[in-house]
T-cell receptor, first 111, second 115 residues
Framework: DQQVKQNSPSLSVQEGRISILNCDYT??????FLWYKKYPAEGPTFLIS?????DKNEDGRFTVFLNKSAKHLSLHIVPSQPGDSAVYFC??????????FGQGTELSVKP | DAGVTQSPTHLIKTRGQHVTLRCSPI?????VSWYQQVLGQGPQFIFQ???????GRGNFPDRFSARQFPNYSSELNVNALLLGDSALYLC??????????????FGPGTRLTVT
């Protein structure tokens, strides 16, 4: 049972445009959501997080939106840069416990 | 400040052997978690430890075990290695605080190849 799903395996955008990565979840007990960025042969790098009591969190070019009724979250990157090209994972947890990850979306930002 | 460190970086083992992977958390972090990542998938949770106590265990066989030491470093042990154990093993640490910081910070991983 895949509790966290990223339905788009890949996404390609032009430099300077917005990248929108999506994530759906099924477990209504999740109360914390995180986005990680991963390059090949490296560990995931924490990007941004959001608590279930909020619906938006911003950090520089990165914004995460949470729609609890739809059990959906998204990561917006504006403007996208070639260095943003990587695999992005969303993850969810209950009260700081284990992270449940989606399958990842590979973002390619073209110059 | 140093991030999460893991050793070794790469490891090649033969089926049936045993392996020990090591992790040092970020200074001040008291919680350590282990994850397994196979190609094309997201990391899968194996164990979580806090203050040397097991907090959670994922759906992995008993061949997998772990422990946390008084200095908060941790070891992951895998016995009777199978070909399917080949993966990137990730360690993550987090700061347990009264405000509950839930971000987990990952190390670079150990690439285990079982032949």
């Amino acid at each position: 049972d895949q509790q966290v799903k990223q339905n788009s395996p890949s996404l390609s955008v032009q430099e300077g445009r917005i990248s929108i990565l999506n994530c759906d979840y099924t477990n209504s007990m999740f109360d914390y959501f995180l986005w990680y960025k991963k390059y090949p042969a490296e560990g995931p790098t924490f990007l941004i997080s959001i608590s279930s009591i909020k619906d938006k969190n911003e950090d520089g070019r990165f914004t995460v939106f949470l729609n609890k009724s739809a059990k959906h979250l998204s990561l917006h990157i504006v403007p996208s840069q070639p260095g943003d090209s990587a695999v992005y994972f969303c993850a969810a947890s209950v009260s700081g416990g284990k992270l449940i990850f989606g399958q990842g979306t590979e973002l390619s930002v073209k110059p | 400040d140093a991030g999460v460190t893991q050793s070794p970086t790469h490891l090649i083992k033969t089926r049936g052997q045993h392996v020990t992977l090591r992790c040092s958390p970020i200074s001040g972090h008291k919680s350590v978690s282990w994850y397994q990542q196979v190609l094309g998938q997201g990391p899968q949770f194996i164990f979580q430890y806090y203050e040397k106590e097991e907090r959670g265990r994922g759906n992995f066989p008993d061949r997998f075990s772990a422990r946390q030491f008084p200095n908060y470093s941790s070891e992951l042990n895998v016995n009777a290695l199978l070909l399917g154990d080949s993966a990137l093993y990730l360690c993550a640490s987090s700061l347990e605080s009264p405000g509950h910081s839930y971000e987990q910070y990952f190390g670079p991983g150990t690439r285990l190849t079982v032949t």
